[in-house]
């Protein structure tokens, strides 16, 4: 049984195939041929491919290359779980799944966001990255694979997304399209980070990313590394880890001998370890078409998308380059279920059938096989509010207002105008009692997905909580582009966490949705618009930390990350401001430590911390107001060629 949970989760998170045969893999088998390769690297190095090929003959198919850390040989034997979308097996393309660098079958050594070397600084045939990787891939599959029109696409969701983003860095003439997915982008922003916070909840996938093979297989080796945290699974997320007690635990009881854990705990702060793993430097002078496609509830991967869109719009003029955001959680696009619903909320029927057949096939089909016109937009954005595709010139839209919103006695916002700059809001963040992230109660998990658009009233209600509510909205008011909170707080103690909230405000009248549980009422529902948090001894650089001096004002600026959301007439827009969201994010000891993987139990303190009224939280615009990332600042502050 227990053995029977791990495999429901891996496969749930894409590293096995839900389904192995439906009327699909009998399309895909019956029109399909599969050789399986072992395609050579400058280095010597062989990748294990398993390559589908059209049995019709009679023209020749640009190649489609997945490359993954997944288990390529997963897709051996005609096994298909819709994935690429059978729109694309339909139309009839060559299909590579390949094992990236010392995963399952192919050789060498993995290292989780391997390092880019620039084009001009490899000097020899051991100077290898993904880039080159994917380079010698292709090169080798024009040569050698039949019936292809030297013409390849790439495309991948999550880590294969940021493979595919990797492979548009010094890219082979032959990679005319390229799509990275749900694309991580910097491990310190993405995934097992928010902001330099540690992800909790992402405690169980490091069995995953952080144990070498011993040898060429087609089996999870690490299985019963995995099996450590979920021999008995806890019912309860919340309790199992604040019994768990500091990260240092986490060492000590699971991952002692996980590389990759190790690594995250000798270096907490955003230095060189970091820096060169970021993939958004190198994305320069890209001179083909790229889709990058992102879900705006993806507790996971937002920062990737938005981040490679923006970089690869800034850097590379050639590019034909676009985004898509539609309104799904990981990956969700990939998957048809009918009805598109987050957690409790509908968002209309067969978006992502719409995205697959109108969107990607498209955009595969015009760059690599010149049918249909080229007619996707610079951004293709789904309102999560209004519900419904909007298309833009630009992203983010300027023809869309900024706003800025301001804080005020007695739970008042104020749009565009500030309410009180003298005012002074309190509460007191309590470690031993963290807000929990969700108002659902969940087991362990790979990460949550749900708490996204969640109903956030069991926060408000919480003293623990600064919750801040505009009067009822007169008209539509369409929020878009960049999130950006720019807090001036104070504390006594000298280190702390910050989560920001925008928040959708139902009306109390609001019908319940045909699809809710009887629990769930929609009315006066607090709907999770966008949320992130900061650690705030990052303030002013995440490679050189500092504490607070306790009653010191400071501010503390950083970045929501994008939305595009109408909040419509009768609704509310709410803020929230705390400093604990747990167990998703682990718990700031609020006494300022070097390294939080090394706290011990006491250094666990209570604070109180003040907000002051001339804060504010900014939506749109350009403004810069945070600390420096590598990939923003103006400056060569953190890699060098």
């Known amino acids: 049984m227990k053995f029977r949970f791990v495999l429901v989760l891996l496969a749930t998170l894409g590293f096995l195939p839900l389904q192995a045969q439906n009327a699909d893999s009998l399309y895909f088998r019956q029109h399909y041929d599969l050789k399986e390769y072992r395609i050579p690297m400058r280095d010597g190095a062989e990748l294990f491919t398993a390559v589908y090929t059209p049995k019709d003959k009679s023209k020749d198919y640009p190649i489609l290359l997945n490359r993954t850390c997944y288990n390529a040989s997963k897709y051996s034997n005609y096994n298909y779980s819709n994935y690429p ?325 007695n739970g008042k916002l104020g749009i565009n105008k500030p309410i009180d700059e003298k005012a002074v809001f309190e509460y007191t963040s309590d470690p031993q009692k963290p807000v929990p992230y969700t108002s659902q109660t969940e087991g362990l998990t790979f990460t949550p997905r749900k708490y996204m658009s969640d109903d956030q009233r069991q926060a408000s209600r919480r003293p623990d909580v600064l919750t801040f509510q505009t009067d009822v909205l007169q008209d539509n008011k369409v929020l878009a582009g960049e999130i950006m909170a720019k807090l001036k707080v104070a504390m006594t103690g000298t280190d702390a966490d910050f989560i920001v909230k925008l928040i959708d405000v139902y009306p109390n009248d609001h019908e319940n949705y045909e699809h809710n549980p009887d629990n769930i009422v929609m009315g006066g529902y607090q709907q999770l618009v966008r949320a992130e948090v900061f650690r705030g001894r990052f303030r002013n650089s995440f490679e050189k930390p500092e504490p607070f001096v306790p009653g010191e004002p400071s501010d503390v600026h950083f970045r929501l990350q994008d939305i595009l959301h109408t909040f419509k007439k009768g609704h509310r827009i709410m803020i929230q401001i705390h400093s604990t969201w747990f167990p998703y994010i682990d718990r700031n000891p609020q006494k300022y430590v070097d390294n939080i993987y090394k706290a011990n139990e006491e250094d666990f303190i209570k604070s109180t911390i003040k907000v002051f009224g001339s804060s504010s939280v900014e939506v749109g615009g350009t403004q810069d107001c945070c600390p420096p990332e590598p990939f923003r600042s103006k400056n060569e502050n953190a890699i060098k060629d």
Do not use: C
């Open 85 to 409: 979308s059978k729109y694309l097996i339909e139309d009839g393309y060559i299909l590579a799944f390949q094992d990236v660098r010392g995963r399952y079958m192919s050789d060498g050594e993995f290292d989780n966001m391997r390092p880019n070397i620039p084009g001009n600084n490899r000097r020899n045939k051991k100077d290898i990255d993904e880039s080159s990787d994917t380079y010698d891939t292709i090169d080798w599959m024009i040569k050698h694979i039949k019936g292809n029109n030297g013409r390849v696409g790439m495309y991948g969701i999550s880590y294969p997304g940021h493979y595919t983003a990797a492979g548009m860095i010094d890219a082979h003439p032959a990679l005319k399209a390229s799509s990275p997915q749900a694309p991580i982008a910097d491990f310190f922003f993405d995934d097992f980070h928010h902001q330099g916070a540690y992800l909790e909840s992402y405690t169980a996938a490091f069995a995953v990313f952080g144990y070498q093979k011993d040898s060429l297989t087609r089996d999870p080796w690490y299985m019963d590394k995995l099996m450590r945290l979920y021999e008995n699974p806890a019912a309860d997320a919340y309790d199992f880890y604040l019994k768990l007690g500091p990260l240092k635990n986490i060492t000590k009881n699971y991952h002692h001998d996980n590389f990759f854990w190790n690594q995250v705990v000798e270096h907490p702060n955003y230095d060189e370890f970091w820096q060169k793993r970021n993939i958004l430097p190198h994305l320069k002078d890209i001179d083909h078409a790229v889709m990058t496609v992102g879900g705006w509830f993806d507790a996971e991967d937002l920062y990737g998308p938005l981040n490679i869109y923006k970089t690869v719009e800034a850097t590379s003029p050639k590019a034909k380059n676009s985004i898509v955001m539609g309104p799904w959680d990981h990956g969700a696009w990939a998957r048809e279920k009918g009805k598109a619903i987050h957690n409790h909320i509908y968002f209309g029927d067969s978006i992502s059938s719409f995205f697959l057949k109108n969107v990607e096939r498209k955009f595969f089909a015009h760059h690599l096989k010149d049918e249909g016109p080229d007619t996707l937009p610079e951004a293709y954005m789904f309102d999560t509010g209004a519900k419904k595709w909007e298309t833009f010139d630009t992203w983010p839209p300027k023809e869309i207002e900024p706003v800025s919103l301001y804080f005020g006695e």
